[in-house]
């Protein structure tokens, strides 16, 4: 993820309300956001990201911090968000949509081109996305996003040790799954999540 040269200075411009300095801000974080969300979210990502930014500009004013501690804010609406949403999805009924209609709803996107530009990028969440629920998140936020252990245990509301036990048995998991090595079913209900 590339950071704004001057975080700082864009933070207070977008304080101001400078809708260049929060478009770049949102360039910046985005990305990684989403990537983050879809392994927790699955296909909610997109919309509990618009959540997530909508409360970052509610709540903007009283950020304080540099870009580091933007990112830790930012995951820690973000999961706020989500869990959230997981709460109302227990409450409320979906309706699916058969795919014979979707079908027939025009695009306006070049989707080969975009499929083809982020495969290797939709392979990657997709193959986090296939770990335990505790494994995936903290392997998003650590390993993926970047975040410091000591953040991602703040996050997550648990213990430092406990997040690397997970990013290593998530990470050693997906090693596993690239070698092509299905994990023993036995091993599977013998491995504790701490």
Known sequence: MDMPEDFEHLLRLAKKGDEDAFASIWRTYQPGLL???CVIGGQAADDLAADTWLQVTRKLSTFE?????????LYTIARHRHIDWRRQATRRRESLVEIEVLDRLPSSDDTTAKFETSISTQTA????ATLPADQAEAVMLRTVSG?????VAEIRGRPPGTVRVLCHRGLRRLASTLKGAVPDKAAQTAEVVV
Do not use: E, M, T
């Open 147 to 151: 975040l410091p252990v000591s953040v």
């Open 125 to 128: 969440v997709a193959l986090i």
């Open 35 to 37: 990537r983050y969300l």
């Open 65 to 73: 911090g540099n870009d580091k501690a933007f990112r830790a804010w």
